[in-house]
């Protein structure tokens, strides 16, 4: 086993295992908003080690290239989903007004 190999294996262990916990940590909470904080990790962090572990395991290709890409537009576009998400529901149960620009 080369080295590159090992660290592969660490990184995507390490994405798959920020992922599950973040997953788990996501079902107990009733409140949208706790939920949504759960979720958050997994596409901040989990993904990008899972991402850049395809990227050592399989060399620079273009196929690297697109897993980079997609794992950069996860982890950019997470956050404003998750806050998105999170506006919606403060819409629906009253917090916030609906036509609200803030």
């Known amino acids: 086993m080369s080295a590159a190999h090992v660290a592969a294996l660490v990184l995507l ?12 940590g996501a079902v107990r909470p009733r409140r ?3 939920r949504l904080h759960y979720v ?4 901040s962090i989990g993904a990008p080690l899972t991402g850049l572990a395809l990227a050592i395991t399989n060399g620079w290709s273009l196929t690297t290239a697109e897993d980079i890409f997609i794992v950069f537009l996860l982890a950019i576009t997470g956050p404003v989903l998750a806050s998105s998400a999170a506006r ?3 819409q629906r ?3 916030i ?3 609200s620009p803030q």
Not at 13 to 24: D, H, P, Q, R
Not at 40 to 43: F, I, L, R, V
């Open 13 to 24: 262990w390490a994405g798959v295992v920020v992922t599950v916990l973040s997953c788990l």
């Open 32 to 34: 949208v908003y706790v």
């Open 40 to 43: 958050a990790p997994a596409t």
């Open 88 to 90: 919606v529901a403060a």
């Open 93 to 95: 149960e009253g917090l």
């Open 97 to 99: 007004q609906e036509d």
